[in-house]
């Protein structure tokens, strides 16, 4: 079972995908675009410009980590989210890369589970260079991708409030979709 946490940036999935981590022991994955970011963005560059070579690389690395992963996991943004970003920045690599992105999201069971926050909340988080009105929208197109995927959604969890109720308030959503796994 993979277990997708979407959102805008700064909505909370790092902190609430390592807490369900812990929660229920459960290896978690954190979104490898913020991972690919601080080693390969060119310097000045903002996550809304175009980045062919770099969402290229993104989408390469999030399938080969598919290819090897078998069992539960927890995933920070995954295909749905990359969709989202690639889609405004870079729609020929989610041309070249849909189908095969597709494919892998068939590959075993999933379930997403979208994050939200209060705008003063996400704008207060923002550490990713970038314009908050970019971030909102791509936490929307997540949604959006996650459905033309057609990947289950759960109903979104509010992140305004502490990190551990939230992390409590997710486990408990996703427990019956991972003990049916």
């Known amino acids: 079972m993979t277990v997708v946490l979407i959102g805008p940036h700064g909505v909370g999935k790092t902190?609430?995908?390592?807490?369900?981590?812990?929660?229920l022991d459960v290896p978690f994955h954190p979104e490898l675009g913020e991972l690919l970011a601080r080693r390969a963005r060119p310097l000045g560059h903002t996550a809304a410009d175009s980045q062919v070579a770099f969402d290229d690389?993104?989408?390469t690395a999030e399938l080969a980590r598919d290819a090897t992963w078998g069992g539960n996991r927890i995933?920070?943004?995954?295909?749905?989210?990359?969709?989202?970003?690639?889609g405004r920045r870079s729609p020929e690599v989610v041309a070249r890369t849909l189908e095969a992105v597709?494919?892998?999201?068939?590959?075993?069971?999933?379930?997403?589970?979208?994050?939200?926050?209060?705008?003063?909340?996400?704008?207060?988080?923002q550490h990713e260079p970038g314009p908050l009105e970019f971030f909102e929208a791509v936490g929307k197109d997540a949604?959006?991708?996650?459905a033309r995927l057609g990947l289950p959604i759960l109903e979104p969890v509010s992140t305004d409030d502490d990190p551990e109720a939230t992390a409590l308030r997710v486990a408990a959503l996703i427990q019956p979709y991972l003990e049916a796994a």
Do not use: K, M, Q
């Open 57 to 59: 690389e993104l989408f």
């Open 143 to 146: 949604s959006i991708w996650a």
């Open 15 to 23: 902190t609430t995908g390592r807490r369900l981590s812990a929660l």
């Open 75 to 86: 995933v920070e943004t995954w295909h749905p989210g990359n969709l989202a970003y690639a």
């Open 102 to 125: 597709t494919a892998s999201c068939r590959r075993g069971p999933t379930v997403v589970v979208p994050l939200v926050a209060r705008r003063d909340t996400l704008a207060g988080r």
